[in-house]
């Protein structure tokens, strides 16, 4: 890790940051986000279901898997450094209002096409593509808007109770997805997402925020963008936490590209195989959302990031052993739970000590980890499971994330100390 030229007072406020856990909900800008997002991502994840499961069903390839990830994520990859340049100059909003309504149009598209019966793997790839440039400017437009919305007192707040709606979307979305899927089809998947989108969009019409300051900035785009990841890459915080996001992202969340074929294989039913162990998964980072408030409120976050850094891929070798929708679940529970408590807790910190100066270009730096890099990991995890089989492809991958997250936990013991 680097040696930290950041003075001390500018990481304290991180002993500051004790919140109540529902705070943030006294806020009607929230309110209106909250809900909206809950139905909005409940149907993202309907369609991310489905669009795994017609992949697979098209093509018999885990590459395949792995090349749809990767076509949603080279955007991101290529485009978030710049976006949080742009984040930090635009009424994050209407920024907001512009994304959201341009990934309703492709899956509109996407369920078009399905219905028609024309759809092909490269009108999926070309999609997929869309839906990456999008998030490259939604995610840090979201993740800044949090302050607007609520405030830096209820931050921590509003930060928990977002990852509460996101992954209660996560058991919500694979569940309906695999009813859907069984009874309907994939085109009613695909359908209800597009449609979906508009009651974010209703909430962010209607809602009432304040105009935020913003300073006068020169055109440039490089300039700003190198103070960014100057400014990230010598905090004593901020630094060892996007290394660990970005292992985590590129070896240790990618496992559920491969859920498709481990359901066929070791479960023998694609369909409800993996929209079982992908709401498993959100139970588990449900439970996480709900355990990291309780450390926010007393105040031992280090040390749960730390031990869910470790814990979730030591979960992911676990998996690769198992052979039966029991074990399968306990493993998955334990990697959902770990890696969301990583998560959480990582953009909780990065946003308590992070200065409003920086926020959008750092938290565009948080993005690339967490969207940029997992679609190249799932790009090699399909690739090696091509070669290897699917089982020994999870071990490989879960032993280097947990073996990365010990080094660079063990080098960077501050994070253990964050309270």
């Not at 139905?39 to 369609?47: E, H, L």
Request: aromatic share 8%; hydrophobic share 55%; with cysteine.
């Amino acid at each position: 890790m680097p040696v930290s030229t950041v003075p001390p007072e500018e990481t304290a406020t991180v002993h500051r940051a004790k919140t109540r856990p529902f705070a943030a909900l006294h806020h009607s800008a929230f309110r209106w986000f909250f809900f909206g997002q809950l139905i909005s991502v409940s149907g993202t994840w309907m369609q991310s279901v489905a669009l795994q499961i017609v992949v697979y069903a098209m093509t018999g390839s885990k590459t395949a898997l792995g090349a749809a990830a990767l076509a949603q994520g080279i955007p991101s990859l290529i485009l978030t450094p710049f976006a949080g340049v742009i984040v930090e100059r635009m009424p994050r909003r209407q920024l907001l209002i512009l994304t959201q309504s341009s990934m309703m149009l492709l899956a509109f598209l996407l369920a078009g096409l399905y219905i028609a019966g024309v759809l092909e793997v490269w009108h999926i790839l070309a999609i997929s593509l869309g839906i990456g440039i999008a998030t490259a400017l939604d995610a840090p437009s979201r993740l800044s808007f949090l302050v607007e919305m609520v405030g830096k007192d209820d931050l921590p707040s509003g930060i928990m109770l977002n990852s509460l709606m996101f992954n209660t979307a996560r058991i919500v979305g694979p569940a309906l997805g695999g009813l859907a899927l069984d009874s309907l089809g994939a085109a009613w998947c695909f359908l209800l997402n597009a449609l979906s989108f508009l009651a974010v969009l209703f909430g962010l019409f209607v809602m009432r925020v304040p105009p935020m300051p913003r300073r006068a900035v020169s055109l440039a785009i490089w300039k700003p963008l190198l103070e960014g990841l100057r400014f990230a890459r010598q905090h004593a915080v901020i630094a060892p936490l996007l290394w660990l996001s970005a292992l985590s992202s590129t070896f240790g969340l990618t496992f559920t590209v491969l859920l498709p074929p481990f359901a066929d294989t070791v479960l023998g039913n694609v369909e409800l195989g993996t929209s079982a162990l992908l709401t498993v998964q959100g139970i588990g980072a449900l439970c996480a959302s709900i355990f990291v408030a309780r450390s926010n409120a007393r105040g031992y976050r280090g040390i749960t990031l730390v031990r869910g850094a470790i814990i979730a891929p030591a979960a992911l070798m676990c998996l690769s052993i198992t052979n039966s929708l029991i074990s399968a679940s306990v493993a998955v529970f334990l990697a959902g739970f770990g890696f969301v408590c990583q998560f959480v807790l990582t953009n909780t910190l990065i946003q308590a000590v992070v200065p409003d100066s920086f926020r959008g270009r750092v938290l565009s730096l948080y993005t690339l980890t967490f969207f940029g890099l997992s679609p190249i990991g799932s790009l090699i995890m399909g690739v090696v499971a091509d070669q290897i089989g699917t089982l020994p492809t999870i071990l490989i991958f879960g032993g280097v994330c947990l073996l990365g997250a010990v080094l660079i936990t063990q080098r960077a013991e501050q994070l253990r100390q964050l309270p």
